[in-house]
């Protein structure tokens, strides 16, 4: 494999496991040194550890809750402190739960709302605080409930459509600054928050197993909007979900 992000330094949100830990290994298999950011420091640190071993790398675990702005300037300060510089922020994190519309709390909206998409929006300010005159690329991990969703999930599917629109946003205000943005869109992953989904548990919401990826088909499309091969994109939105949005 062509180490195509070789002296590049990306962080990477929720990488502790599931899909995020899938994006941390394949940057840092494409040459790129690696922050592991996640709520839990133990599994940062191991997590971290292990990449650096498998993969030659440069890797740091640092604990950060990405839904309070104060742990995200940290986080970049740490790895900019450490690692010399920042070339690229995939924005994984993310928080999933489930009620009645009838149901939700303005703090069950805001607990979501703030690690879904705030905490996007705080990585996406130190990127362009952080980054050099080179630029560098935000990727951001939404969801195909940003576009079509099912009951019981309105304040995730809520804030994936608005990370897509910061996206858009992020695009814009970044081109002076050589920063690209980008969003993915994941279907069906075979992870643990797949599987525990009350709404799939429930058949509310049914899956065919045919359109079920893995997470390291996440990872490839982000490791390429990441790379010198999409310079010429951004702005963009991509479904990795198998064609489950395809269907009529």
């Known amino acids: ?12 949100t929720g990488a502790a496991g599931g899909i995020g ?19 839990h420091a133990d599994n940062a640190a191991g997590a971290a550890r292990a990449l650096a071993q498998a993969h030659g790398v440069r890797s740091l675990g640092i604990a950060c809750d990405v839904g309070h702005e104060g742990q995200v300037q940290a ?3 740490e790895t900019t ?7 690229i922020v995939v924005n994984n994190a993310g928080l999933m739960t489930f009620k009645a519309l009838t149901q939700w709390t303005a703090q069950d909206w805001m607990d979501v709302l703030r690690v879904d998409l705030l905490g996007a929006d705080f990585f996406t300010k130190q990127a362009f605080l952080h980054m050099g005159p080179d630029g560098g ?15 019981n999930a309105a304040p995730y599917a809520a804030a994936k459509a608005a990370m897509v629109s910061l996206t858009r946003t992020t695009s814009i205000e970044g081109r002076e600054r050589r920063i690209r943005a980008n969003a993915v869109l994941p279907g069906a992953i075979d ?8 709404n799939v548990l429930a058949g509310i919401e049914t ?27 951004t702005g963009a939105t991509l479904a990795v979900d198998g064609g489950r949005l395809a269907k009529l």
């Open 207 to 233: 899956i065919d197993r045919r359109e079920v990826g893995q997470p390291e088909d996440v990872a490839a499309a982000v490791a390429f909007l990441a790379s010198d091969d999409a310079r010429f994109i």
């Open 75 to 77: 986080c970049v300060a």
């Open 21 to 39: 830990a899938a994006i941390a290994a394949r940057l840092a298999a494409e040459g790129a040194d690696v922050v592991i950011a996640d709520i």
């Open 137 to 151: 690329a935000i990727v951001n991990i939404a969801s195909v409930h940003a576009v079509m969703t099912s009951a």
């Open 191 to 198: 992870t643990p928050m797949l599987w525990n989904n009350p």
């Open 81 to 87: 402190r450490a690692l010399g510089r920042l070339d």
């Open 1 to 12: 494999m062509t180490r195509q992000l070789g002296g590049k330094v990306a962080i990477v």
